[in-house]
Structures are given as C-alpha cells and as structure tokens.
C-alpha cells in the first residue's frame, strides 16, 4: 500500500511540474524516465502520455524510458552514469567516455568498491540482498556501458535527444 501511494504522489508531483514548466505553449515535447519498475511495470510514462495529451489536444508528448528494475537513484547516479541521458544534448563524445572509463574502471573490480559497500551498509537493512549483491551489480554497468556505446554514436552523429522537462526548482519556488 505504501508504495502504491508513493507512486501516486510522484504521478501527481510529476503531472504538476509538467503544466507548470512553462507559460508558453508547446506542441510537442519530450520527456525522459529514469528510474526502476515502478517506472516501466505501472507505465508511468504513458499514463503521464495520456493525461497530458487529455489535458490538451494539440500536444505530443515523446517519453523515452531508462529504468533499471529494483534499482535506486544512487546506482543510477554512481554505478551507472544515467545522468548522461539528462544532459546529453550538450556533451561531448570526450565526456560520454570518460563514463565509460568510469564504468570499465567499475567492471575491473572483483569486489565491490567502498563507495558501494559503505552506501549499502548506510541502507541498514532496508534492501533486499540482490540489490546489494556485486555480481548483480556488474551485470548491470555491463549494459549501461552497452546503452552508453549507443550514446555515444548518437552524440558522434549529432542524433543526442533533448529534452523538455527539467525538474529543478528556482529560489521562488516555481519550477
């Protein structure tokens, strides 16, 4: 039940940033989903789809997924380097391989860095063991490395999506 409404606030907290991003009209945007299976197994991305093109008819909306099932924002962030899909209509093939480097750097180690063991260590529990194990771990930076070899092609052939949705709140308040 917890979770169920958690899903719910983040729809709505979701769907209010999005008509509240902008004063100017537009008729199609794009929105990107990072997150795990409550991202794809609810599809939340077409449920936001689908009310904001109910709300209004003229609009398009675009959404392009990223999700790793049962994983957090921290394994996005440190292990595998999603943040590049936010910002990757300005960066360069150097940077999307300095991500990579960092991966390769992850895929060498046999045991797990302190980094993770200290992050997994704060969580006190509140995971479930395959969440924590590193074999699990590789599997997955493998193919993030594989999803930013893409990346990458696409930055060298000037394909980088853009999107237009930011979620960042200003001094005021307002999004």
Request: charged share 20%; proline share 2%.
């Amino acid at each position: 039940m917890k979770n169920k409404v958690l899903l719910f606030i983040s729809i709505f907290f979701m769907i209010n940033i999005l008509f509240e991003r902008s004063n100017v009209h537009a008729e199609e945007i794009n929105i990107l989903f990072i997150g795990n299976s409550y991202t794809f197994r609810h599809d939340m991305p077409l449920l936001v789809k689908t009310i904001l093109e109910l709300g209004d008819s003229s609009l398009t909306v675009n959404y392009y997924m990223h999700p790793y099932g049962g994983r957090d924002i921290f394994r996005h962030s440190e292990l595998y380097q999603s943040g590049d899909y936010i910002k990757q209509s300005s960066m360069t093939v150097e940077d999307i391989d300095q991500s990579i480097a960092k991966m390769d750097s992850l895929l060498s180690l046999t045991d797990p860095p302190a980094f993770f063991t200290d992050y997994v260590a704060s969580m006190d529990g509140k995971q479930t063991s395959g969440m924590n194990d590193w074999g699990n771990m590789l599997s997955n930076i493998e193919s993030a490395k594989g999803r930013h070899l893409d990346l990458r092609d696409d930055i060298a052939n000037n394909n980088a999506a853009s999107y237009d949705c930011r979620c960042r709140r200003n001094r005021s308040g307002s999004y």
